[in-house]
């Protein structure tokens, strides 16, 4: 017996339904980076867009890319951000006065770009479905290859970019604090 539920169009609900909730907070997350006064709070707001972004690509069934989601942008991007914030020793916390005085202007504007952006997709889209991916050996075997190409030749600089990466985190932290 088959358990996963399926549509009477072939269409997985399971899917649809995961793709929602994880959308809805990726949705709510951007949100929270553009209207927080914190700015490591925003930074943090974003690893959760992005995480949900590989979550995204997950339910894609392209685990390869959704790993390299996190590895670069969750890990390096990320990274690189707060180091940013370290190092320029803007002041941790809530901060007033940084909104532009006409911030008003761009709700409309955005308002009309996401219906401009909706009807130009669902123009093109219509209702044409995505062809469901078989995971066969082929496929599993070509995902390896890609992962084998890319992290063998690689693998030792990668190991030591991370001892780079953790001195410039404490370099940040001894230029960052106060003596």
Known sequence: MNSVILAADGVNVA???????IAAVMIFAALAVVTTKNVVHAALWLAMVLA????????AAAEFVAVSQVMVYIGAVMVLFLFGIMLTRAQIGSE???NNKSWAVGIPVAVVLFGLLAYVVLDAVED???AEVELTGANNEATLEIADRVLSPYLAPFFGMTFVLLAAAIGAIVLARKD
Do not use: D, E, R
């Open 15 to 21: 899917q649809n339904v995961g793709f929602g909730i």
């Open 52 to 59: 949900g972004m590989a979550a995204q690509y997950i339910l």
């Open 96 to 98: 007033t006065g940084l």
């Open 128 to 130: 044409s479905t995505i």
